[in-house]
């Protein structure tokens, strides 16, 4: 009885593993596709870099036009597995695929397969070297990898990935024959740069009706506590004076930087009327938005939430 048992479980253990690599097996590569894509976002996000020759500047947004594609919700997430990895590589999302799962296994063969011959000494020499056992085990650490975006760059493909351990990453392939190889790329242009600032920050509309608790005078050396709400747990909230291309004179985050309330949602800060130099009639603006912002741009002096403050 305990024997038709213990075979049963066995055979129950083995059912499930054959379903779930069926499942696994199942997921599909999406096709490989390309057309004109335009990516919008702000020039005063962080790290931001001049690209004039690329992009087109509307105001204080810069617009790429790009040949490519760009997943929808959330990304293409890389299917993996245990199975032997099969070098195939016919398209940008297969190589990619294939790297994933071949850094997870710590696969040193399939890896240099993967890579094409500009780059191919260099990888094979990490791969036989004294630096073998490190290179394996930093990138087999790369989890849930995710494919958001690729586009035409130079004279290849770049491939923007993104994974729980170390965030965003550039990929940038080179077709030989009927594949997409791996290849370093010394890339002394903005664009994929810039791109990748966008997948990082993922940037979300101005919020402009913040009623931060701001005093309406302040003695210059004086200090107040302002509090506020903000619809999105994170959002980043700053203080900015009137002055168009000046710095941001106070940043908070929700739940992070200088808050002073740690419940998510409402920001509590010191604001020290010595920020705003010296004394008179005061405008100052108040906005948020999902990243930090470093500058003061039209569209904040534009639409951001006023207060005008004596500080005597």
Known sequence: MKKNCFQSMVALVLILLYSTNLIIAQVKIPAFTKGKVKLKFPTFMPGIMADSTVATYTNDSMIYTLNGYLFKAGGFKVPVNNNPVIIKSTTPWETITEMTNAYLQKDSKSISKLYGPSSQKKIDNILNGSQKDDF????SKSKNVTILAGF???TGFMV???DNTYGI????LVKEGTQYKLEALDDKFATSWNVALYYKFNPKPMITNINA???DSIKLFDSVRVSCTVPEPGR???VYLNQLYGPTLMQIQDNGQNDMDPTPGKITFSFKAISLMTKGMKDVYVASFNFPVQMVSPSIVVNGARHVIKVY
């Open 136 to 139: 394996l085990d930093y990138v």
């Open 152 to 154: 035409d760059y130079h």
């Open 160 to 162: 923007i990935t993104k």
């Open 169 to 172: 990453h550039e990929n940038y």
């Open 213 to 215: 608790s701001l005093p």
């Open 236 to 238: 980043w909230v700053g």
